[in-house]
Every structure is written in C-alpha cells, then in structure tokens.
C-alpha cells in the first residue's frame, strides 16, 4: 500500500537512495528542508530553533529521520563534537514532538529515527544484541540522548523504531569510499591491530530492512541494521584487497590515526561485535549475508 512518507536527511548518503527506493516503490516522499523549498515535495523547518508547522507532519502517514552531520566527515573537535550530538537530538526532538502534539487521529503510524551501533561502545569480542545496555564513550552518550529524544512520539503511542545502523558499504561513501583510492594505490591495510569488529551491512540490505520495518507493525524499539556476520578489521581488510586486487601490508598504527582523525581515532579503533536479533528473528531475508557478496555489490553497483 503507496504511504506519505515525511523524511529529515533525504539528501544524506543514505537518505538520497532511500528517496529512491521508496518512490521507486511508489510512496510519496516530502523532504524536509532548512532553506526555502525548491520542488513540490520540500517544505522548510529549522530544528535548531525546534520549528517545524504541524500540518507537514499531519500529511504523512509515516516519518523517517536520517538526519545527522556525518561522524567521519571532519576531523573531530569540540566544536564538531556538539555538532555532531546536536545535528541529531534537535531534529529527532522537534519531531518527535511535533508528532506528539497531533490529535490522534492526524499522528504518523510510525517514527523510523536513525540511531547506531555506537550505542554499544567498545564491545571487544562480546557479541551484543538489542537488549544490550549503552556502552561508554562518546557516540555511546550520544546515542542514549538521540534515542531518548524519540520518547514523546512513543509515549503518545506512535510506533518508533531506532535504526542501530552499523556500517553501509557502498563505494560512493561511508566506511568504503575513503579507503578505496589507497588501497588501489597498494598502501593500505588494517587499521591499528585489525581485531576490532566490525558490524557492515550491504546497501542493498540496510535499504531491504528499513522498508521492511516500516511496514512490520509489530515491530518496534531499537533494531539492529547490521549483517548477519560481523568480521574483524583485519578480515575486512584482506577480503577487500583481494576484490581490488592490491596487496594490504602496511597497517595503519594507532598513533598515526590519532595524529590525523583526532578525537575520531579512538571510534575507527574501536570493536563493535553487533548482531541482528530483531531481524533475525522477524525472518529478515538478506540479500547479502557474507562480506564478500557484499563488497562484490558495493564495487559494482
């Protein structure tokens, strides 16, 4: 059944190829804007000053908010630490909010809010599932304050699912784009020891799961967007090489990360062991379920 979908973030890396999916399938997506609206399907609102007309969000009969600056963007300091924090509590507050203060009758049937895998912390080789506690650190804090800014939709008794997204490869960004050119040129490889986990997931997959959990009603909460089969660094590393057909044998120490990621170091080291257990047990089909498929897809689609 064809859904208005209001979306925050629609022109982010993610957000552009959920647009297209989504109207591909035939829903009517509206994007929220900052500036003045140039198309027929953009309207305008400033989450910084929580300002965004009511009307828009009783239009819609779902919300997807992808909206964040991106934590791999710049190199971190305290500046782009608030932003990085603000960028997603504002726009998931100001909407959550908005949702909250329909009548009942005009509320969107569902909030799909972006969230991350960063939520667990350093996990090291324990693996975690959706019932797991808030790890420490950083994007741990940050993702306990995006996630609570969800709770006056909820509460009003909308359906929210937090999209734990782990990492979505797909060579136009992401975790693939950056590595892509030094690994053709032979000097790349693992990132400090390499055993730190890595919880990827396909394009193809993570854009499968979030239309699949927009239309499964019984789902709700924290979901885990990640494959089924997480791999270290190390085996990322050498699985990629070998589809690009360069060697791999200068690893990348810690120290020389810090000295050009900054605050963003400790995050690219860190081990993130992330399992799908909502999906799995919903019967979610992956398209891709194996690193090597999925690497195979994200360098030629």
Not at 61 to 76: C, E, I, P, S, Y
Not at 123 to 146: K, M, N, Y
Not at 263 to 273: D, I, K, N, P, Y
Request: charged share 20%; hydrophobic share 45%; net charge neutral.
């Amino acid at each position: 059944m064809s859904m208005r979908i209001l979306m925050a973030g629609a022109s982010g890396f993610l957000g552009t190829r959920l647009v297209d999916r989504l109207t591909a399938d035939g829903h009517q997506v509206t994007r929220l804007v900052r500036r003045p609206p140039r198309t027929p399907d953009e309207r305008q609102w400033n989450p910084s000053a929580a300002q965004l007309d009511p009307a828009v969000v009783a239009e819609a009969d779902a919300v997807v908010n992808l909206a964040g600056a991106g934590v791999g963007d710049k190199r971190w300091n305290d500046d782009y630490r608030r932003l990085i924090r603000s960028s997603r509590v504002d726009t998931t507050t100001t909407l959550a909010i908005a949702i909250a203060g329909l009548p009942a009758a005009d509320r969107p049937t569902v909030l799909l809010n972006s969230s991350a895998v960063g939520w667990y912390g350093n996990t090291g080789d324990r693996a975690v599932e959706e019932d797991s506690p808030a790890g420490e650190g950083f994007l741990a804090d940050v993702c306990r304050v995006w996630e609570a800014a969800t709770r006056p939709a909820e509460d009003a008794g909308v359906r929210v699912v937090r999209l734990r997204t782990g990492l979505p490869l797909h060579r136009d960004g992401g975790l693939l784009k950056p590595q892509l050119l030094p690994f053709k040129l032979g000097i790349a490889g693992k990132l400090g020891s390499g055993r730190q986990w890595l919880p990827w997931i396909s394009m193809r997959d993570w854009l499968d799961a979030a239309v699949f959990l927009l239309d499964r009603d019984d789902i709700g909460g924290p979901v885990n967007v990640v494959g089924p089969a997480p791999v270290t660094n190390a085996e990322f590393t050498r699985e990629l090489a070998r589809q690009l057909h360069r060697p791999a044998i200068m690893p990348i120490p810690a120290l020389a990360l810090k000295v050009a990621l900054g605050g963003f170091a400790q995050e690219a080291l860190t081990s993130t062991r992330v399992l799908p257990g909502v999906l799995t047990k919903a019967t979610f089909h992956y398209t891709h379920p194996d690193l090597a498929g999925a690497l195979h897809a994200a360098l030629t689609d």
